[in-house]
């Protein structure tokens, strides 16, 4: 028993004297060896700040401490904005990095690791999926098809951009995503204006291996959001103003100050959170944010569900059943579909409303509701109103068509002008009052002209 007791008191003795001889270390781990002032006088000396200085030679510095990095951030500032920024080491005093530009205010454009995207940005995850999207949807008998290098600008065309922003380098990344996209947009009006027929895929893998490829990239996607993705801010913006609804405040120009250029959405982006902020509610910081989770798997899996009824509508019975599964296969293999659902963005949601338009297409009102919700969630898709409020307008008939003469061509006329007005009158009429109702709330608080200036 005497000799228990005197190895727990010796165990006891070394704990306490372990414990003394760390508490100093941990004690000036909070207390920086270089001063606030030295952090300036080293700043100075980085080559973005010396150029900075010499053309402009009032800037103001500031050096403040990081609190979740411990780092100083020595700011240069001419008046309220910051010009520089250098970030030292408190310990060593070395310079870790330096930024200008839009690089400053926006620390998502430095490229670091997990910013955006998270583990789908790992090559053991990124060149996978690229290949299954690929290889999955390539016809192997004609292998040199246009269609081909259509999946190829996609995920090598966007790659490259993508692999520079992920260094850090905009400055390379922004040019760089301009030539796919606009081959992207020719192609879709050659396609569009052309209507070359068997020009679209003809994927060589069995239908049967795609669906069982589409449902297991489906437990990935949700599994990977579940256990490592983030939420960026547009995900957090959309709960806040979720959160704003819920509460009966206004949305706009009341955002919290870590995120106070989050209201720049239309309305229907922070409406679509509602129920999600509700089931999960924000808990006022920036923290897990589960309900940006939930909306953002809704949002993706919504739209897959969307394309697969296109498919079903465009074409009948089992060609359409097939076509809905190739769908939901290109956009669940597509890794930009992953990496935006890894961000928590609210990008599907635009995919989502979108892909309902389409399936409201043969009513007018519907599909002017549905673009209307969509173009009150971002507003790109306003540029598709007057294609969506003409659809069916302008068809005429052969027999119209092959005759001649003025009665002939003021009949054309007269029935086009009533084709015209009784599609474009009812599509126009429930786009303007879904915009209105949607609205409604951020015009009358805090009004026009502060919904106008936010977004």
């Known amino acids: 028993m005497d000799l228990r007791l005197g190895r727990a008191l010796l165990l006891a003795a070394s704990l306490a004297l372990l414990a003394t001889l760390l508490s100093p270390g941990l004690a000036g781990a909070d207390s920086p060896k270089i001063t606030q002032t030295r ?55 070395n310079i870790l990095e330096s930024w200008t530009g839009y690089q400053v205010a926006w620390r998502m454009a430095r490229g670091y ?23 999955g949807l390539l016809d192997w008998r004609r292998p040199f098809r ?36 606009l081959y992207l947009l020719t192609r879709a009006l050659w396609l569009g204006f052309r209507r070359v027929k068997g020009s679209g895929l003809r994927p060589s893998m069995p239908i049967a ?18 256990v ?16 704003r609804i819920g509460d009966r405040k206004p949305i706009y120009d009341n955002f919290p100050s870590d995120d106070q250029s989050g209201d720049t959405y239309g309305p229907v982006a922070y409406y679509a959170y509602v129920p999600f902020e509700q089931a999960l509610p924000w808990s006022g910081t920036w923290d897990d944010l589960p309900a940006a989770h939930a909306a953002s798997i809704f949002f993706d899996l919504g739209t897959m569900v969307a394309l697969f009824l296109l498919g079903r509508r465009f074409r009948r019975g089992r060609r359409g059943t097939d076509l809905g599964i190739l769908l939901c296969f290109g956009w669940a293999a597509c890794p930009y579909t992953a990496f935006a659902l890894e961000s928590n963005t609210n990008d599907a949601l635009v995919s989502l409303t979108l892909a309902a ?16 919700l969509s173009s009150m969630t971002k507003f790109a898709p306003l540029a598709l109103g007057p294609l969506f409020a003409t659809y069916g307008a302008t068809a005429v008939s052969r027999d119209a068509s092959a005759t001649s003469g003025p009665v002939a061509r003021f009949v054309r006329l007269t029935g086009f002008l ?38």
């Open 39 to 93: 952090a300036i006088q080293i700043a100075k000396t980085d080559p973005k700040a010396i150029a900075a200085l010499k053309d402009h030679p009032n800037l103001v510095p500031s050096a403040s401490r990081n609190q979740s990095t411990g780092l100083w951030e020595v700011g240069f500032f001419a008046r309220s904005d910051e010009v520089v920024q250098v970030v030292i080491d408190p310990v060593g005093g």
């Open 113 to 135: 690791p997990g910013a955006f995207g998270r583990m789908v940005n790992a090559p053991y995850i990124w060149l996978p999926l690229c290949a299954i999207f690929v290889l």
């Open 146 to 181: 246009l269609a081909h290098f259509d999946l190829l600008v996609i995920v090598a065309g966007f790659g490259l951009s993508h692999y520079f922003f992920n260094k850090g380098n905009i400055g390379l990344s922004v040019p760089l995503a301009y030539p796919p996209l």
């Open 209 to 226: 291996v795609l669906a069982i490829a589409t449902v297991v990239l489906i437990a990935g996607r949700i599994t990977l959001n579940a």
């Open 228 to 243: 490592d993705s983030n939420v960026i801010d547009v995900g957090y913006s959309g709960v806040i103003g979720a959160d």
């Open 357 to 372: 338009t389409l399936l409201c297409l043969t009513s007018a009102p519907a599909r002017g509701i549905m673009l209307a």
């Open 418 to 455: 009533r084709r015209y007005a009784k599609v474009v009158i009812p599509f126009t009429i429930a786009f303007a009052v879904t915009i209105l109702v949607v609205c409604f709330q951020a015009l009358q608080n805090p009004g026009l002209s502060t919904f106008w200036h936010r977004t």
